[in-house]
């Protein structure tokens, strides 16, 4: 079999690092990483360049060659896409659309997308497949569905295939909960500090949560699959939970005591998404998700290991 030439745009992010471990260890493949950092989390391992998205001709002669791209990069979150939508488009969405119309006209057989399963669909009171109604309600998750559509738009265009996953929330190790973002991560750090955690709302809202190595292992899906098919997965896991039920998992396992403050809740937390999975768990049916109470375990022994 010929090495695949796989480009990781993203690869210093939490997602990045782990999709390139899990990548390493496949035969056949050679590794290409791109960031927006001067260096790259894996030194010298692997080929590495800092993307700039306004050279289109270096664009075009570092992604001469590759076969997929994954696309990991993102600027925002859903808080802070709430207060300026204006920063979603031109961080996320404008150089996105750069970027695809630039390597559409090469020979890259698939571009594969990290969308958004907590957001796309709105708030859900049932489950959702990948064909149900989108109604998102927060810029964040309009912007990510803006890009799903645009990648159809290049398809048409271009006949560039695309995957698209929409992941639910993921956690483990290696988070930079810095940015605002991985509630599990979140509470174990404060868990850790202060003694407590914060929950905005009464904490009955409901999330998917999703280990990070299970997610690097899901995305693998694409380079299994018909690369002239595009296709959307539903990315989660079976451990859906309200904010509450994860405290009470936390109370039980974790070596430490703590308390629960409630705060007010915010507007661009999503109520309640119910995510279909089966159509990404079908194609691979021996993978077997990490339990929340083992994923929880995992990511508190790194954090503690961290200095905490």
Partial sequence: MENINIAIIGSNGFIGRHLTERLAAEKNTRLFL?????ASAFGSSFPYKKLDLDNKAQLAADFAHIDFIYYLASETIPSTSWENPVMDIEKNLL???HFTE???????KKIIFISS????YGATDHMVDEHSFTNPFSPYGIVKLTMEHFLNYFKVKYKLNFDIYRVSNVYGEGQNTGKGIGLINTFIEKIMTEKKIYIFGDGKNVRNYLYVKDLAELMLTSLREDVGAAEIYNTSSNATLTVNEIAKIMKKILPESFDIVYREARQSDNSA??????KIVQLNPDFRFTEIEEGILKTYQHIKGLSF
């Fill in 34 to 38: 791109f960031s927006k950092n001067d």
């Fill in 95 to 97: 150089p996105f659309i």
């Fill in 102 to 108: 630039s390597i559409s006209q090469l020979s890259v």
């Fill in 117 to 120: 399963g907590g957001t796309v």
């Fill in 273 to 278: 998404i119910h995510l279909d999975n089966s």
